[in-house]
T-cell receptor, first 113, second 112 residues
Framework: DAKTTQPPSMDCAEGRAANLPCNHS???????VYWYRQIHSQGPQYIIH???NNETNEMASLIITEDRKSSTLILPHATLRDTAVYYC??????????????FGQGTTLQVKP | NAGVTQTPKFRVLKTGQSMTLLCAQDMNHEYMYWYRQDPGMGLRLIHY???????AKGEVPDGYNVSRLKKQNFLLGLESAAPSQTSVYFC???????????FGPGTRLTVL
């Protein structure tokens, strides 16, 4: 599975969009980009995932560059409850894959009032 | 639906003691996982299971054993606890290899 690079921390004002970058320059064609977050002391929570097209759900949007070497998770209107560690994970999806997630250090997002 | 539950929530052990952590899910998921998280670090995979009766090693399996006798339960055992196993343990399950993983609330284990 490709490695990812994320900034260790970011701040965002409440109500503004939070844009969390992730670099995955060694991603291969059959690897998806997943985002999870972990609010303090809780288990991780799935946010969104994508292969090459941009994706949106009720929680966030995922923008993947055309060359797939980087992506951005967008929380459109950040709230204090979005303060968490955000993990960008790249993994292979397909037969023979176990589905295991490899977590890096993530980005600690602090949403400020 | 309770989702993924873990028992116990907290435990303190002495070095050399044994214990079993229980993970249960009521979503009929095939895949289950055990992770550990040390302070300031991301989660690391200990063992996983792709179906009832099957188990496999993850990144950090040494010192742990697992069993999946029933589809809904995944047990993590520590035969002889060591201080290096002090950590927060998370269980997760998913319905398919590319599907989202649902995590439990975690078990905080301290080994003295």
């Amino acid at each position: 599975d490709a490695k990812t690079t994320q900034p260790p921390s970011m701040d965002c004002a409440e109500g503004r969009a939070a844009n969390l970058p992730c670099n995955h320059s060694t991603i291969s064609g059959n690897e998806y980009v997943y985002w999870y977050r972990q609010i303090h002391s809780q288990g991780p929570q799935y946010i969104i995932h994508g292969l090459k097209n941009n994706e949106t759900n009720e929680m966030a949007s995922l923008i993947i560059t055309e060359d797939r070497k980087s992506s951005t998770l967008i929380l459109p209107h950040a709230t204090l409850r979005d303060t968490a560690v955000y993990y960008c994970i790249v993994r292979v999806v397909g037969s023979g894959n176990t589905g295991k997630l490899i977590f890096g250090q993530g980005t600690t997002l602090q949403v400020k009032p | 639906n309770a989702g993924v539950t873990q028992t116990p929530k907290f435990r303190v052990l002495k070095t050399g003691q044994s214990m079993t952590l229980l993970c249960a899910q009521d979503m009929n998921h095939e895949y289950m996982y055990w992770y550990r998280q040390d302070p300031g670090m991301g989660l690391r995979l200990i063992h996983y299971s792709v179906g009832e009766g099957t188990t496999a090693k993850g990144e950090v399996p040494d010192g742990y054993n697992v069993s999946r006798l029933k589809k809904q339960n995944f047990l993590l055992g520590l035969e002889s606890a060591a201080p290096s196993q002090t950590s927060v343990y998370f269980c997760a399950s998913s319905s398919g290899i590319h599907n989202e993983q649902f995590f439990g609330p975690g078990t905080r284990l301290t080994v003295l």
